[in-house]
């Protein structure tokens, strides 16, 4: 095993050597890291135990020629070996692992092999030469995580203009409009949505301290989940994922059916609450180094569980959001290939490239073919953490290389949030995933409406195909034009999503009313105007004016020459009082051309 390490290491140097200058722009410029390779006769548990020596969580099988034959991942492990009560001894990765997983070449498109990830829910993607030789591995978590701190650093320095230019604004200088938006609008992309707008709703899965790590991988297999909570007495004492059955069960030689949880678990997880931003949660995951995270309410009941790769999504979907002219294409084009030129000049570059945005009444917002609702069958979605693999019954008999987007499926799984308010006036927020269509979204209101449903014309119920069946409470929305539209289909539900990115909103916000009468919609009063520019030239003069007038008044009440009234003394008051005023306001006008 140590020499196949050696070995594997060597040949990782030599090519990252040969191609270390990357062409702008293609996926080598993202930097894949180096693949761990192993042949297919390798049982699983020498496979764990090379992933656990060299901390990795993904594997390339390749042939007798170096091809690549096959990938697998800790979640493979897991799943199929642990949660299906398999021996990792008795069995090869080749039986385990998924065959002629899709691939990227060094000359494609970084957009392009993004745009799989995303659209395929791949964590990793391997990336392939000319001559088909393996290049690397791309985790697109760590992609993120190195554009997202750049992202950071522009918004830092963004920061630093942004106050530079309000205290020349409080010093009475020129409004820096345009400015001020660009970072007002990219501190909100920083912001971005909540955690409370990726959870699905469905309570974490938790397992007892006594649980052997066999039950607790068939219940992540049963679930769909990478990461189960680990119980003491009612008290979350741990937490427990597929990572740790690769690292801390199987390459040590631990018995499954016999080892529990407890002594393999991580303690005292991370919390997070529902109002944290999904960058900021991404941030302590990336510092903690962990891959999910819990999730609480405001009460301190666990309500959910995240993990890095459905915030990585959400997180590109904002960014997503962004506009761009002139056709450039996605928005986060830039957000990636800019990586390679990370310097202070990206402050005025993006200045600029906002500004040349402002004023237009209808931008374009290109966005990705994913986010429409196609009319096909899902039976062979990829789930987000699965593997990369060519996702139908048919494998192909070589690895499939992506070469262009219409190789793509075109389903996002990516949820997004509606927003609404019962007729008791509490205001509801959840998320539905486009492909749950019209007929989950009538379900998710349903439940949010409780016992206020007869309020509000009673159920509503659709068929299977995503058909009205009974129509009881209806859903509608604004339109561009401030137009209230039905959402009667899946059809409907989609152009209400697109819309809303379209706008640049994180969110849709929806009616429920009776269907017989139209939605009670209360229209935002517009934003009172700007105050009008301060002249500081009559200003001074105002000032020195009533400085002169209180002068005045005190000459007023006492008298400066004894025996002589101030009667007599106050024409000429007046008089030198206008003669003053006139000539610090002539002397004003002087002096500020």
């Not at 050597?17 to 761990?36: D, E, H, I, N």
């Not at 995951?285 to 959400?314: F, Q, R, S």
């Not at 899902?378 to 987007?405: C, I, K, R």
């Given at each position: 095993?140590?020499?196949?390490?050696?070995k594997?290491k060597?040949?990782?140097?030599?090519?990252?050597?040969?191609?270390r200058?990357?062409t702008?722009?293609?996926?080598?410029?993202?930097k894949p890291?180096?693949?761990?390779?192993?042949?297919?006769?390798?049982t699983?548990?020498?496979a764990?135990q090379?992933?656990?020596?060299?901390?990795?969580?993904?594997?390339?099988v390749?042939?007798?020629?170096?091809?690549?034959?096959?990938?697998f991942?800790?979640?493979?492990?897991?799943?199929?070996?642990?949660?299906?009560?398999?021996?990792?001894?008795?069995v090869?990765?080749s039986?385990?692992?998924?065959?002629?997983p899709?691939c990227?070449?060094?000359?494609?498109s970084?957009?392009d092999?993004l745009?799989?990830?995303?659209?395929?829910?791949?964590?990793h993607l391997?990336?392939m030469?000319?001559n088909?030789?393996?290049?690397?591995?791309?985790d697109?978590?760590?992609?993120f995580y190195?554009?997202?701190?750049?992202?950071e650093?522009?918004?830092?320095m963004?920061?630093?203009?942004?106050?530079?230019?309000?205290?020349?604004?409080?010093?009475g200088?020129?409004?820096?409009?345009?400015?001020?938006q660009?970072?007002?609008?990219?501190?909100?992309?920083?912001?971005?949505?909540?955690?409370?707008?990726?959870?699905?709703?469905?309570?974490?899965?938790?397992?007892?301290?006594?649980?052997?790590?066999?039950e607790?991988?068939?219940?992540?297999?049963?679930?769909?989940?990478?990461?189960?909570?680990?119980?003491?007495?009612?008290?979350?004492?741990?937490?427990?994922?597929?990572?740790?059955?690769?690292?801390?069960?199987?390459?040590p030689?631990?018995?499954?059916?016999?080892?529990?949880v407890?002594r393999?678990?991580t303690?005292?997880p991370?919390?997070?609450?529902?109002?944290?931003?999904?960058?900021?949660a991404?941030?302590k995951?990336?510092?903690?180094?962990?891959?999910?995270?819990?999730?609480?309410?405001e009460?301190?009941?666990i309500?959910?569980?995240?993990?890095v790769?459905?915030?990585?999504?959400a997180?590109?979907?904002?960014?997503?959001?962004?506009?761009?002219p002139?056709?450039?294409?996605?928005?986060?084009?830039?957000?990636?290939?800019?990586m390679?030129?990370?310097s202070e000049?990206v402050?005025s570059?993006s200045?600029?490239?906002?500004?040349?945005?402002?004023?237009?009444?209808?931008?374009?917002?290109?966005?990705?073919?994913?986010?429409e609702?196609?009319g096909?069958?899902?039976?062979?979605?990829?789930?987000?953490?699965d593997s990369?693999?060519?996702?139908?019954?048919?494998?192909?008999?070589?690895?499939?290389?992506?070469?262009t987007?219409s190789?793509?499926?075109?389903l996002?799984?990516?949820?997004?949030?509606?927003?609404?308010?019962a007729?008791?006036?509490?205001?509801h927020?959840?998320?539905?995933?486009?492909?749950?269509?019209f007929?989950?979204l009538?379900?998710?209101?349903?439940?949010?409406?409780?016992?206020?449903?007869?309020q509000?014309?009673?159920?509503?119920?659709?068929?299977?195909?995503?058909?009205?069946?009974?129509?009881?409470?209806?859903?509608?929305y604004?339109d561009?034009?401030m137009?209230?539209?039905?959402?009667?289909?899946?059809h409907?539900l989609?152009h209400?999503i697109?819309l809303?990115r379209?706008?640049?909103k994180?969110?849709?916000?929806?009616?429920?009313?009776?269907?017989?009468?139209p939605?009670?919609?209360?229209?935002?009063m517009?934003?009172?105007?700007?105050?009008?520019?301060?002249?500081?030239?009559?200003?001074?003069?105002?000032?020195e004016v009533?400085?002169?007038?209180?002068q005045a008044?005190?000459?007023?009440?006492k008298?400066?020459?004894?025996?002589?009234?101030?009667?007599?003394?106050?024409?000429?008051?007046v008089?030198?009082?206008?003669?003053?005023?006139?000539?610090?306001f002539?002397?004003?006008?002087?002096?500020?051309r």
């Amino acid at each position: 095993m140590e020499q196949d390490l050696g070995k594997k290491k060597q040949q990782s140097s030599a090519r990252s050597r040969g191609s270390r200058k990357a062409t702008p722009g293609t996926v080598m410029a993202l930097k894949p890291g180096q693949a761990l390779q192993i042949k297919p006769h390798v049982t699983v548990a020498e496979a764990a135990q090379m992933m656990a020596a060299k901390r990795e969580d993904c594997v390339l099988v390749t042939d007798d020629d170096d091809r690549i034959a096959g990938i697998f991942t800790a979640k493979d492990l897991a799943f199929r070996v642990v949660g299906g009560a398999i021996d990792a001894r008795d069995v090869a990765v080749s039986d385990i692992m998924t065959k002629n997983p899709l691939c990227a070449r060094t000359d494609t498109s970084a957009t392009d092999a993004l745009d799989l990830m995303v659209r395929k829910g791949f964590r990793h993607l391997p990336v392939m030469d000319e001559n088909q030789d393996i290049s690397g591995v791309l985790d697109i978590t760590k992609c993120f995580y190195e554009a997202m701190e750049k992202l950071e650093r522009s918004y830092s320095m963004s920061r630093k203009l942004y106050d530079a230019l309000e205290g020349v604004q409080e010093l009475g200088g020129a409004q820096p409009t345009q400015i001020i938006q660009y970072v007002e609008a990219l501190r909100s992309k920083m912001a971005g949505p909540t955690l409370e707008t990726v959870l699905s709703g469905i309570p974490p899965t938790t397992v007892n301290v006594r649980t052997s790590v066999r039950e607790a991988a068939a219940l992540m297999k049963e679930n769909h989940t990478t990461a189960v909570l680990v119980q003491d007495q009612g008290n979350i004492t741990g937490i427990f994922t597929s990572k740790d059955v690769v690292l801390r069960v199987i390459a040590p030689g631990l018995d499954p059916a016999t080892c529990s949880v407890v002594r393999v678990m991580t303690p005292h997880p991370d919390f997070a609450s529902m109002d944290l931003s999904i960058q900021a949660a991404l941030r302590k995951m990336h510092d903690g180094h962990y891959l999910n995270l819990p999730v609480m309410n405001e009460a301190g009941e666990i309500v959910g569980m995240v993990d890095v790769l459905k915030l990585t999504y959400a997180t590109l979907e904002q960014i997503n959001t962004m506009q761009t002219p002139d056709n450039e294409g996605p928005a986060w084009n830039k957000f990636w290939l800019s990586m390679d030129n990370d310097s202070e000049s990206v402050v005025s570059d993006s200045v600029s490239h906002h500004m040349s945005m402002m004023g237009s009444e209808s931008p374009s917002m290109l966005r990705h073919p994913q986010y429409e609702r196609p009319g096909t069958s899902h039976s062979h979605s990829v789930l987000p953490n699965d593997s990369a693999s060519h996702a139908g019954d048919d494998s192909p008999p070589h690895s499939q290389v992506m070469l262009t987007p219409s190789q793509m499926p075109s389903l996002s799984e990516n949820p997004f949030t509606f927003k609404f308010k019962a007729p008791s006036g509490r205001v509801h927020r959840f998320a539905v995933t486009p492909s749950a269509g019209f007929a989950g979204l009538v379900a998710t209101v349903s439940q949010k409406l409780g016992g206020e449903v007869s309020q509000v014309g009673g159920p509503t119920t659709v068929t299977e195909d995503g058909q009205l069946d009974k129509q009881g409470f209806a859903i509608s929305y604004l339109d561009d034009e401030m137009d209230p539209v039905s959402i009667t289909t899946d059809h409907d539900l989609s152009h209400a999503i697109s819309l809303a990115r379209r706008q640049g909103k994180d969110k849709v916000d929806i009616y429920v009313h009776d269907a017989d009468h139209p939605p009670n919609i209360e229209i935002p009063m517009p934003p009172p105007p700007p105050p009008a520019p301060v002249d500081t030239e009559k200003l001074d003069a105002a000032e020195e004016v009533l400085k002169l007038q209180r002068q005045a008044e005190l000459l007023s009440e006492k008298q400066h020459i004894p025996g002589v009234p101030n009667d007599l003394l106050l024409p000429g008051a007046v008089a030198t009082l206008a003669v003053a005023i006139i000539i610090v306001f002539v002397f004003s006008r002087s002096g500020s051309r």
